[in-house]
């Protein structure tokens, strides 16, 4: 059974970093997508960015120039890097992965979620 476990969440100051973090396990297809979605109270879950098995990224454009998917194979373990945070990026943070092959965009069906980590960035 695929599980995403995240990590990394917490509260800064607008212009602030942080950088979040998903451990994959159980999962065992050749061609993958992992992303990481957000959603605060009464909105839809929104993809921010996404990579997939051969390194191709996808960012919405809010995220584009602050925020860096990557991953790291050995440690079965993806991240995103976020800088320049302003309070609107403030939301529950999720990972998900599926295994349909490429991406194509930040927003798709996962089969699987994390359990989400909250950041919050205050002005």
Same mark, same amino acid.
């Given at each position: ?9 917490? &509260? ?5 970093? +942080?950088? +979040?973090?998903?451990?994959? &396990? ?26 997939? #098995?051969?390194? @191709? ?6 995220? =584009?120039?602050?925020?860096? @998917?990557?991953?790291?194979?050995? =440690? ?8 320049? +945070?302003?309070?609107?990026? #403030? ?5 998900? @992965? ?21 950041? #919050?960035?205050?002005?």
């Amino acid at each position: 059974e695929v599980q995403l476990v995240e990590s990394g969440g917490g &509260s800064v100051q607008a212009g602030g970093s +942080l950088t +979040l973090s998903c451990v994959a &396990s159980g999962y065992t297809a050749m061609n993958y997508c992992l992303g990481w979605f957000r959603q605060t109270p009464g909105k839809e879950r929104e993809g921010v960015a996404s990579i997939d #098995t051969f390194g @191709i990224t996808n960012y919405t454009a809010s995220a =584009k120039g602050r925020f860096t @998917i990557s991953k790291q194979n050995a =440690k079965n373990t993806l991240y995103l890097q976020m800088s320049s +945070l302003k309070p609107e990026d #403030t939301a529950m943070y999720y990972c998900a @992965i599926h295994s349909r092959g490429l991406c194509l965009g930040v927003n798709w069906s996962p089969a699987k979620w994390g359990q989400g980590t909250q950041v #919050t960035v205050s002005s």
